[in-house]
Nanobody
Framework: QVQLVESGGGLVQAGGSLRLSCAASGRTFSSNAMGWFRQAPGKGREFVAAISWSGRTTRYADSVKGRFTISRDNAKNTVYLQMSSLKPEDTAVYYC????????????????????WGQGTQVTVSS
């Protein structure tokens, strides 16, 4: 059974940092782009960041650019999201996802392009 399991969420004060992890099991995703999305209460799902299968290319939402960093360790089948300078508006459930196409050249910002999803981890930033 393929699973993506997020961890590292929690409560942090504005200006603080958190590091999210997403561990994959059931198959390897070393040939798939992976990404992070988030969903705040009462809002739709929002693209946060994506990383190519090789790790050489990344893409960020404008709202997190310069504050968040996505990375991956293919040997551990894990993707990370380092979040710094957190703001209350970053409060959301964060979801890890994997692209359905191996060795894809496009980093999608639309959730429908991704096939596998984790259960999410809550991030709450207090003011």
């Amino acid at each position: 059974q393929v699973q993506l399991v997020e961890s590292g969420g929690g409560l942090v004060q504005a200006g603080g940092s958190l590091r999210l992890s997403c561990a994959a099991s059931g198959r390897t995703f070393s040939s798939n782009a992976m990404g992070w999305f988030r969903q705040a209460p009462g809002k739709g799902r929002e693209f946060v960041a994506a990383i190519s299968w090789s790790g050489r290319t990344t893409r960020y939402a404008d709202s997190v650019k310069g504050r968040f960093t996505i990375s991956r360790d293919n040997a551990k089948n894990t993707v990370y999201l380092q979040m710094s300078s957190l703001k209350p508006e970053d409060t959301a459930v964060y979801y890890c996802t994997a692209d359905r196409k191996p060795y894809g050249s496009i980093l999608y910002t639309v959730g429908d392009e991704y096939e596998y999803w984790g259960q999410g981890t809550q991030v709450t930033v207090s003011s």
